[in-house]
């Protein structure tokens, strides 16, 4: 699968939008987005996946670059809860594994 | 959302005795399991892939007689970490995969398992 690259960490105060970036330069035609987070001490928890288009959930928004070599998570108005390290990850149709990267910390400031 | 759950939560093992990790789908029959190890401040790393009623796929590092794993139901696959060492010591994770929904394969983690080798 193709590698992904994430900032280490980010900060945001409460009650803001969040922009989240991965870049994803080497993307195949048939690799799908998927953003993870995981909480502290939790597993990991889906929030969002996308292939070519940009997506919407209750949870947040997915914005994918027309070239597709890059993607943004936003969390429209962040809270405490949000605070975690948020994985971009690629797979390739059909292939189930995810291989989690470094992921970015995101610090949500009161 | 679909529901994976996992036994126990934390565990506090003597080096040199074995510990058994239970994974379950609590909603949803899982044709496959994935675990995943993690160490303080690092990410998960794949351990194995397993599907119900065959052998499990390691990934290259993982001693598979040393993380027995065990996929006897749709619900149920469980960790076996033998004769386990300090270094053992981590953060054990599965997943369930209910598989494919319009091409793409759904995964749901369970809360994880603290181990701790004394």
């Known amino acids: 699968d193709a590698k992904t690259t994430q900032p280490n960490s980010m900060e945001s105060n409460e009650e803001e939008p969040v922009h989240l970036p991965c870049n994803h330069s080497?993307?195949?035609?048939?690799?799908?987005i998927h953003w993870y987070r995981q909480l502290p001490s939790q597993g990991p928890e889906y929030v969002i996946h996308?292939?070519?288009s940009n997506v919407n959930n209750r949870m947040a928004s997915l914005a994918i670059a027309e070239d597709r070599k890059s993607s943004t998570l936003i969390l429209h108005r962040a809270t405490l809860r949000d605070a975690a390290v948020y994985y971009c990850i690629l797979t390739n149709f059909g292939n189930e594994k995810l291989t989690f990267g470094t992921g970015t910390r995101l610090t949500i400031i009161p | 959302g679909a529901v994976v759950s996992q036994h126990p939560s934390w565990v506090i093992c003597k080096s040199g005795t074995s510990v058994k990790i239970e994974c379950r789908s609590l909603?949803?029959?899982?044709?496959?399991m994935f675990w995943y190890r993690q160490f303080p401040k690092q990410s998960l790393m794949l351990m194995a892939t397993s599907n119900e009623g065959s052998k499990a796929t390691y990934e290259q590092g993982v001693e598979k007689d040393k993380f027995l794993i065990n996929h006897a139901s749709l619900t149920l696959s469980t960790l076996t970490v033998t004769s386990a060492h300090p270094e053992d010591s981590s953060f054990y994770i599965c997943?369930?995969?209910?598989?494919?929904?319009?091409?793409?394969?759904?995964?749901?983690f369970g809360p994880g398992t603290r181990l701790t080798v004394t």
């Open positions: 997943s369930a995969s209910g598989g494919r929904a319009g091409g793409l394969y759904e995964q749901y």
């Open positions: 909603d949803f029959q899982a044709t496959t």
């Open positions: 080497t993307i195949s035609g048939t690799d799908y």
């Open positions: 996308g292939l070519t």
